[in-house]
């Protein structure tokens, strides 16, 4: 039998067959090994210890539990996230580089008269994982004692409120706007200063996040006046509500949420917004939040988007209200 007759009869054929199966098989296999298959980073763009880093490493951790794989936390700072959210939006859309923020995120484009990504079409949002709606905290051994007392003061007189960033700002122009009050931003460069200033008396009050005052109205040195929210909240019983103040519409929410680059598939948002959903449905997961007064709410992706549209909306009329210009 010639050399052509022998390398294309049926029975060689069959194995040829076989063999190339086989030799496919392990490559196939890897194709259809569900995400994740290597080391996930989650970029955070603010500084270690603040509360997105805080919510990060603990989805980090409970995530890389969960898959058997490193995901490891790396805050990448500067420009009120936005080095960060930049470095996330180029990077490839295969679910290894993902993105935690807060509220700001939305706010950038209403203060920010340039940023080098376009914050709705840059990322893939994947779940919006929890909520904490921004407080208004005063020196516990101040002259304000309750909520009203700060509002009635600056109602007669200029009251310097500290913010530190696009969000905590905004809140406090909302609070002006609703109660038609004296109050004056103070700007900072993060949360942190502004607790030590008004411990020390030099600032009368400040907005910021539950993550940041939690542990100073704990240790009994700042005094949570007013809460952005509908609801009181259970770790700080006495802080009222705006509306229960005579101020209505003042909600602001501190949200978590995760993205990716655009174009991060289906397949894979799915697969992280449903792990999120198993990691936060544990008891510890969930009384660690809520003792941090965060809620998780996990939403769908097309929800969040939803969400995100409505909060640049809400924010930029705010600021279009008070006179304030992206800068």
Known sequence: MSDYSTLHSPGRRSALAALAAWGAAPLAFAQDKPFPTKPVTIVVP???????????????????ELWG??????????ANGVIGSSYVAKAAPDGYTLLMVV???????????????????AFTPVTNIATSPMVLVVAANGSYKKLPDLLEAARKEEV???????????????????????????PYKGGAPI????????????????????PHIQSGKLRALGVAADQRMGIF???????????????????????????????VVARINADLRKVTSDPAVTRQ????????????????RRFLETETQK?????????????
Request: aromatic share 6%; proline share 6%.
């Open 46 to 64: 603010y500084s270690a210890g603040g509360g997105t880093d805080i919510v990060g490493r603990l989805m980090a951790q409970r995530l890389s």
């Open 69 to 78: 794989q490193s995901v490891v936390v790396d805050n990448r700072t500067g």
């Open 103 to 121: 509220g700001s995120h939305a706010i950038n484009p209403v203060l920010m008269r340039s940023l080098p990504y376009d914050t709705m079409k």
């Open 160 to 186: 310097a409120v500290g913010y530190s960033e696009g969000q905590t700002r905004l809140t406090g122009e909302l609070i002006r706007q609703s109660g038609k009050l004296k109050l004056t931003g103070v």
């Open 195 to 214: 607790m030590v200033d008004i411990i020390g008396g030099h600032l009368p009050g400040g907005v910021t996040s539950v993550l940041t005052a939690l």
């Open 237 to 267: 019983p006495d802080a009222m509500t705006f509306k229960e103040a005579g101020l209505v519409g003042v909600e602001s929410l501190n949200w978590y949420g995760m993205f990716g680059p655009v174009g991060l598939p289906d397949t």
């Open 289 to 304: 939040m809520h003792d941090q007064g965060a809620d998780i709410v996990l939403t769908p992706p097309a929800q969040f």
């Open 315 to 327: 924010w930029a009329q705010v600021a279009q209200r008070g006179g304030i210009q992206p800068e």
